[in-house]
């Protein structure tokens, strides 16, 4: 299984912008890295997913390096409500693709 | 319509009880999953169904059962639980089968079990 490495946690203030990485070194060439956000005693939300260079939407942007080994999730301008939990998937098919990391718990302050 | 509804959103139950937790989607998904989530921890899957056949089993202990009647309803039939078994239990869908690329993944809100 593609294991993933995210920091524990990180603090941040209204406004600013996080940048929250993911260390995938074994990734295989069929691999998708996806990231899903979580509130307390919520389900997983879809954020944004990528296969490589650089992926954006309405809420994010997904950096993703030429080897591929890692993975940054860019948050633009964070609000209170941005505080939650934020998971790294890396995977293809199958239970790969199935398997969240520790999950890297995001605080934003006012 | 992209919800997937969960019910019941709390469970109480002893360790003799049999009870059943619902899913239901209505979104066309053709694989189906539930997890398991205990606090601060992330969620671990227990269940895949593609195209209502499960296909994959993580090694679940056979006091929960689940069942997949239609491409729409999945349930997990609980009996003999142990206190150990509380966690807020998850519920996804998506619209590939597991066995192809797995895009997005919807979750609904859960079911807090509490097993006394």
């Known amino acids: 299984l593609a294991k993933t490495t995210q920091p524990i946690s990180m603090d941040s203030y209204e406004g600013q912008e996080v940048n929250i990485t993911c260390s995938h070194n074994n990734i295989a060439t069929n691999d998708y890295i996806t990231w899903y956000q979580q509130f307390p005693s919520q389900g997983p939300r879809f954020i944004i997913q990528?296969?490589?260079t650089k992926v954006t939407n309405e809420v994010a942007s997904l950096f993703i390096p030429a080897d591929r080994k890692s993975s940054t999730l860019s948050l633009p301008r964070v609000s209170l409500s941005d505080t939650a939990v934020y998971y790294c998937?890396?995977?293809?098919?199958?239970?790969?693709?199935?398997?969240f990391g520790s999950g890297t718990r995001l605080q934003v302050q006012p | 319509d992209t919800e997937v509804t969960q019910t019941p959103k709390h469970l109480v139950m002893g360790m003799t009880n049999k009870k059943s937790l619902k899913c239901e989607q209505h979104m066309g998904h053709r694989a189906m999953y539930w997890y398991k989530q205990k606090a601060k921890k992330p969620p671990e899957l227990m269940f895949v169904?593609?195209?209502?056949?499960?296909?994959i089993n993580e090694s679940v202990p056979s006091r929960f059962s689940p069942e997949c009647p239609n491409s729409s309803l999945l349930n997990l039939h609980l009996h003999a639980l142990q206190p150990e078994d509380s966690a807020l239990y998850l519920c996804a869908s998506s619209q590939a089968p597991v066995e192809s690329l797995v895009k997005t993944q919807y979750f609904g809100p859960g079911t807090r079990l509490l097993v006394l």
């Open positions: 169904y593609s195209y209502e056949k499960l296909s």
């Open positions: 998937l890396v995977g293809g098919a199958g239970r790969r693709a199935l398997t």
């Open positions: 990528g296969y490589k």
